[in-house]
């Protein structure tokens, strides 16, 4: 009798339970959408096309629909940003957006771009992102105007490697992933931080030499994403033999692993009410990747995806 008494009363805090979180995930799709990057293989040149569905993992739809390379790095409210080597050469990157059906894409600029994650600022009316002008100005800074495609420098070094930029959540300060010597291939990038004229560069973390991973190929310390109510940047780390997401705080006193997950965790994008964060998540051999939601509240995990595409990567969260 006992037992019988124990078991109901487990099914009711179980539902109980269940129940919590459906109702968490159905205000989150309420507010957000996800797009992320699949991988198509075929015999010709890579195929990248960007799939959008619902914060449940339902009504996946291929977006992009082309014969490019295709990859989202960053989006605004209901406004999807992604390179494309689309009407020009293999490779040769240009921003272009769209919205979150795919409709209405357009060209937003004539430069020519590294790949790199992005960040805007003043309502989506300003993009920072990783670009280059010929053969010898290359991985700089440019804001770009996304109503005009107008744009400027903001790095001057050519020597250097500045990439993955995000803005602060007040617009003052840009984190970036930064090589001093871009051609040095025994170096590696590290995080830096500087204010939005450019000045007041300071280094924000140091990768521990002595990790086994030291050596591999992979992140040191890249994609960076600036927490919207935390004050907090995380980032991508390859150590100990798998990519983990870390955190650190602006003044680079505080630093930690942000997950402690059994499996690699890469890419990643928080909700702009910071209570959701989505990334790829994959076994550490890299054989399957996956789309994963976490309440950064709860903790609350789901896998979103399935295995019918291996490479399911860097995803970023829409608002409707």
């Keep these: 009798m006992r037992w019988i008494i124990y078991s109901i009363v ?3 805090l179980g539902g109980c339970y269940n129940h919590k979180n459906a109702i968490d995930l159905t205000d989150a799709s309420k507010h957000f959408s996800i797009s992320y990057n699949i991988h198509i293989p075929d015999t010709s040149k890579d195929d990248w096309e960007i799939i959008h569905m619902n914060v449940d993992g339902s009504n996946k739809q291929n977006i992009t629909n082309h014969s490019d390379v295709a990859w989202t790095y960053h989006a605004f409210k209901s406004r999807l940003f992604f390179i494309s080597d689309r009407d020009t050469a293999y490779r040769h990157y240009f921003l272009y957006e769209c919205d979150s059906k795919g409709n209405n894409v357009k060209k937003v600029s004539d430069l020519r771009l590294e790949d790199s994650w992005m960040s805007s600022c003043k309502n989506g009316e300003e993009i920072i992102v ?3 002008m010929g053969k010898e100005i290359r991985f700089q800074l440019f804001l770009i105007n996304t109503k005009t495609g107008d744009y400027h420098q903001l790095t001057t070094d050519t020597a250097a490697m500045y990439s993955d930029p995000c803005f602060s959540p007040n617009g003052e300060q840009i984190v970036f992933s930064y090589k001093k010597n871009r051609k040095d291939k025994t170096a590696h990038e590290e995080l830096y931080l500087m204010d939005i004229n450019g000045s007041n560069l300071r280094r924000l973390t140091f990768y521990p030499e002595d990790n086994p991973s030291a050596k591999e190929y ?3 310390a890249g994609s960076a994403r600036w927490h ?3 004050n907090i940047i995380t980032y991508v780390s390859k150590q100990n033999g798998r990519n983990s997401i870390f955190a650190i705080t602006p003044d680079g006193k505080k630093q930690w692993k942000l997950l402690e997950n059994k499996e690699s965790d890469g890419w990643h994008d928080w909700s702009s009410d910071g209570n959701w964060l989505v990334y790829n998540s994959s076994d550490n051999e890299e054989k399957q990747y ?3 939601l976490m309440n950064w509240k709860s903790k ?3 896998v979103l995806t399935d295995s019918t595409y291996k490479s399911q990567l860097g995803p970023v969260f829409l608002e409707k």
Aim: glycine share 12%; charged share 20%; hydrophobic share 30%.
């Design 290 to 292: 996956h789309i994963t």
């Design 228 to 230: 919207p109510t935390e």
């Design 300 to 302: 609350q995990k789901w």
């Design 218 to 220: 992979g992140y040191k």
């Design 10 to 12: 487990l099914m009711i």
């Design 130 to 132: 990783s670009g280059r």
